[in-house]
């Protein structure tokens, strides 16, 4: 069961991540773009995750998602700051 969470948390990602940038490609808006790389990095993250916890197993890989997480957020943090101004 928690295979399939972990599928459909990455798959979630994946889609907010194409209709993001998808919607940036349409508007020019910079706020989608942010958004759009977040959502890109948030789901390698969790792409990361199912590989760790279900595919390679002795393998600790956690501060490679927490690492990805962390970009993804930094980069819409910057984005928000620096649109901001």
């Known amino acids: 069961m ?3 969470v972990y599928i459909l948390c990455a798959l979630t990602s994946v889609a907010c991540a194409v209709l993001l940038l998808r919607g ?3 508007s020019r808006s910079r706020l989608l773009l942010w ?3 977040c959502f890109m990095a948030l789901a390698i993250s969790n792409m990361v995750l199912f590989v760790d916890l ?3 197993q002795g393998v600790d890989l956690s501060l ?3 690492s990805l997480a962390l970009l993804g957020i930094a980069t819409l943090l910057y984005g928000l700051i620096w649109d901001a101004q």
Do not use: N
């Open 2 to 4: 928690a295979e399939a």
């Open 54 to 56: 279900v595919v390679v």
């Open 24 to 26: 940036y490609g349409r």
């Open 35 to 37: 958004s759009g790389l």
């Open 64 to 66: 490679l998602r927490s």
